[in-house]
């Protein structure tokens, strides 16, 4: 079994910053794709950012030039740093990872609970 716990939600003024991280633990061989999540009240769950294990990176266009997704796979841990906030990211964000298990080597995906950001006009 896998978890994934997040931290570094809260509430912030437009145009600040703040950082998330995600990390994964439990029966872990490797993990592939890891990612960030959001959904709004009322929205669906959208993508955020994504990152490879080889740091392929990938952004919606509505948080390029203002979030930066990392990992450290060492760690087995996903970090988003997100600068120059508006209302609109308010949101759940939520990590998910694509795990290779021990000692099966079976894929599966997982979510982490979430953590509410939310930014003040």
């Known amino acids: 079994q896998v978890q994934l716990v997040e931290s570094g939600g809260g509430l912030v003024q437009a145009g600040e910053s703040l950082s998330l991280s995600c990390a994964a633990s439990?029966?872990?061989?490797?993990?592939?794709?890891m990612a960030w999540y959001r959904q709004a009240p009322g929205k669906q769950r959208e993508l955020v950012a994504s990152i490879t294990s080889n740091s392929i990176l990938n952004y919606a266009d509505s948080v390029k030039g203002r979030f930066t997704v990392s990992r450290d796979n060492a760690k087995n841990t996903i970090y988003l740093e997100m600068n120059s906030l508006k209302p609109e990211d308010t949101a759940v964000y939520y990590c998910?990872?694509?795990?290779?298990?021990?000692?099966?080597?079976?894929?599966?995906?997982?979510w982490g609970q979430g953590t509410q950001v939310t930014v003040s006009s």
């Open positions: 998910n990872a694509d795990v290779v298990l021990l000692p099966t080597l079976a894929s599966r995906n997982y």
């Open positions: 439990g029966s872990i061989f490797r993990i592939n794709a």
